[in-house]
C-alpha cells in the first residue's frame, strides 16, 4: 500500500474537527456539502475521511477516545514521574 500525501496547501484538520467530520456522516442531509464548506475543503476529502483512505480508523479512533481521558490521573501520573527522579 503506497501512502498518499495532501498537497502542502491543504487545509490542516485538527482532532476535533475529524471527529466532527466523522460524527455528521449520517446526521444530515447532504452532510458531506456541509463539512466542506464549513472546514474549506472539497467534498472528495470528506468522502476520503469517512473512508478511512485520509486518516486510518485507528487514528480516529484513538481521536475519539481522547475525551475520555483522566487529566486529574494523567497530571498525578506525571507528577509522580518527575518527584521519584529527586
Known sequence: MTK??????????SDDNIRDIVN???SMKRASEVMAKKYKIS???VYQIWRNQEYPTDHIYQIQNKQN???DKEIDDIYNLYTKKK
Do not use: H, M
Open 4 to 13: 498518499r500525501f495532501l498537497r502542502s496547501d491543504a487545509t490542516p484538520l
Open 24 to 26: 455528521a456522516k449520517n
Open 43 to 45: 467534498s472528495r476529502r
Open 69 to 71: 481521558i483522566n487529566w
